[in-house]
């Protein structure tokens, strides 16, 4: 799979680690920062990671920063994106599962990073189930007044 990766400041620990799991596992990674722990604004990233999942550059996309809120609010902003917060698999699972997610996001400072390849792997190793979930989630995208 072609899987792209972002991060602030405050995940970029995390975000290697992940890059090299993703990677031993035979991915394809699209690292795009930033390199070092320099404070950055994590929109910034958030907004360069949806773009290349919108675009279909990658397939997936792998969202981190403290807490892992900000940066998944920034990738839905796009609305060709489905980020999902998550902290165990179960969830990460359930993400692509109900909500075909497209991006999973996870907080560098509340997240392990034993914990953060086991909700990578039920993220990546699980299919959307479409049938009752194919209309809300075409909703997400296309939202209606």
């Known amino acids: 799979m072609r899987i792209a990766i972002a991060s602030d400041h405050a995940a970029v620990d995390l975000k290697a680690t992940l890059r090299e799991y993703l990677i031993n596992l035979g991915h394809e990674v699209a690292d795009l920062g930033p390199e070092t722990a320099d404070r950055v604004d994590y929109p910034d990233y958030g907004y360069k990671l949806a773009s290349v999942v919108a675009d279909g550059t ?3 996309g792998v969202a981190l920063c403290g807490s892992g809120i900000g940066i998944s609010i920034a990738v839905n902003r796009d609305p ?6 998550v ?3 179960l969830s990460a699972a359930l993400a692509r599962e109900h909500n075909n997610a497209n991006v999973i996001a996870m907080g560098a400072r509340l997240t392990g990073e034993d914990m953060a390849k086991a909700c990578l792997d039920a993220f990546l190793s699980t299919e959307f189930g479409g049938g009752r979930h194919a209309g809300r989630v075409e909703k997400l995208s296309n939202p209606t007044s």
Request: proline fraction near 8%; include cysteine; aromatic fraction near 8%.
């Open 87 to 89: 902290s165990e698999p």
């Open 58 to 60: 990658a397939e997936y």
């Open 80 to 85: 060709a994106c489905r980020c999902a917060l």
